[in-house]
């Protein structure tokens, strides 16, 4: 397995981690909050920023314990732009949709949402595709 | 798109996978993708494979269609 291909699934397991992290503890408030008016945007931020740093430090430790040539090849590169390019409309889906959010008016609380799953959407169904692709080929 | 890379690698003094990405500038897993039909490599690195073992491309790479007859 090569260094960017680990790296592939530290970034799948820790974005697919974090947000249901941060799903968990929203759906927590709920029982006492009504959904719109959970407080969001704090766990929303340290929720990611600790996907942030797992990835960091989860790729170091894969790199530790299993070295390995850490060398992008040209693969790599193909196959990296191919995941993104599968995956951008995730980003472009949220992003519209919160922008519809936005111009009729919801809560904040379901705009915010809706674009930061589309950002989690696109980590977890880009590296889908990027480590099918190191398996089976492009 | 099949190829003779393993084949002639150990006609090769059995050079080792690791030691054809050395010379061809790419990771062993690439070399791996590229002998298990997982990756098909550019011209440019085809050419450069071929080189490695000093022998035309066709003798590395070989396509079903390219065996057609142009009629």
């Keep these: ?54 990835s960091t430090v989860g790729r170091t430790l894969v790199q530790t314990v299993a070295p390995g040539d850490r060398r992008s ?12 390019y599968a995956s951008r409309w995730f980003v472009v889906a949220g992003s519209a949709a919160g922008f519809a959010m936005a111009l009729a008016r919801w809560e904040y609380f379901w705009t915010a949402n809706v674009i930061y799953l589309g950002f989690v959407l696109w980590a977890v169904a880009g590296s889908v595709v990027k480590l099918a692709a190191y398996q089976r080929g492009l | 798109m099949t190829n003779s890379i393993r ?50 491309l066709e003798q590395v790479f070989q396509h079903p269609a390219s065996d057609a007859q142009v009629r």
């Design chain 1, 73 to 84: 090849d040209v693969r790599d590169k193909e196959i990296s732009r191919f995941g993104e």
């Design chain 2, 7 to 56: 084949a002639l690698r150990f006609a090769r003094g059995e050079m080792t996978q690791a030691q054809l990405a050395e010379h061809v500038g790419v990771t062993r897993q690439t070399i791996i993708a590229i002998e298990q039909g997982r990756y098909s490599p550019s011209l440019e690195m085809a050419f450069q494979i071929a080189a490695v073992f000093g022998v035309p």
């Design chain 1, 1 to 54: 397995m090569s260094y960017d291909e680990r790296g592939t699934w530290v970034y799948l397991v820790t974005s697919a981690g974090a947000y249901l992290v941060y799903l968990a503890i929203i759906l927590g408030r709920v029982v006492s909050t009504p959904i719109a008016h959970v407080s969001y945007v704090a766990v929303l931020l340290r929720t990611t920023g600790a996907s942030i740093v797992a």
